[in-house]
């Protein structure tokens, strides 16, 4: 049964740093990996998806890097803004867009 | 595209009633997918379909849940005898197969079971 763990739990920096946001999954055989940033009492908006094939993925100050074989994930942030104020979801899809997720890491910008 | 639309946005009910949510997919997007989400948790499948017909169902749905995609467009996720336990936000999402694996979630209903 895949499993999917986020580090740290939550996060809470000053403005204007870079920062990490960790995703590991036990089972290397994905289809692909999303992250997806969700709001308080929201939805789910998805950033970023990697292909099982890539490595890496970029938008804008996002950049979301992949290694199938370690089970691994990592969601760069640069130059943090308040507005990124948000909590962040891992995803592995197995097959037929069934996601299995994180519990999330719930990230704070202070300004 | 509007977007997945679902209604209502909030519910709470007391234990043993039953309740009904509604999804509106975007637009020719022909798999639609229910999930759960607890609070500090992330989502759990329950259950998708595609066009009109449910694939698959996870172990969470119990027999007290059926959902149901009539005409391959709207569904419906029904909660009978609710329980405090069901108390949560439930998501649905939906995905076109043919434009990519971009997967579009709505805004969630939450269910507050009292």
């Known amino acids: 049964k895949q499993e999917v763990t986020q580090i740290p739990a939550a996060l809470s920096v000053p403005e204007g740093e870079n920062l990490v946001l960790n995703c590991s999954f036990t089972?290397?055989?994905?289809?692909?990996l999303q992250w997806f940033r969700q709001d308080p009492g929201k939805g789910l908006t998805s950033l970023l998806l990697i292909q099982s094939s890539q490595r890496e993925q970029t938008s804008g100050r996002l950049n979301a890097s992949l290694d199938k074989s370690s089970g691994r994930s990592t969601l760069y942030i640069a130059a943090s803004q308040p507005g990124d104020s948000a909590t962040y979801l891992c995803?592995?899809?197995?097959?037929?867009?069934?996601?299995?997720f994180g519990q999330g890491t719930r990230l704070t910008i202070n300004p | 595209d509007t977007g997945v639309s679902q209604d209502p946005r909030h519910k709470i009910t007391k234990r043993g009633q039953n309740v009904t949510f509604r999804c509106d997919p975007i637009?020719?997007?022909?798999?639609l997918y229910w999930y759960r989400q607890t609070l500090g948790q992330g989502p759990e499948f329950l259950t998708y379909f595609q066009n009109e017909a449910q694939l698959e169902k996870s172990r969470l749905l119990s027999d007290r849940f059926s959902a149901e995609r009539p005409k391959g467009s709207f569904s419906t996720l029904e909660i009978q005898r609710t329980e405090q336990g069901d108390s949560a936000m439930y998501l649905c999402?939906?995905?076109?197969?043919?434009?990519?694996?971009?997967?579009?979630f709505g805004e969630g209903s939450w269910l507050t079971v009292v």
């Open positions: 089972d290397s055989a994905i289809y692909n």
């Open positions: 637009s020719e997007h022909n798999r």
């Open positions: 999402a939906s995905h076109r197969l043919i434009s990519g694996n971009t997967i579009y």
């Open positions: 995803a592995v899809e197995g097959g037929a867009q069934k996601l299995v």
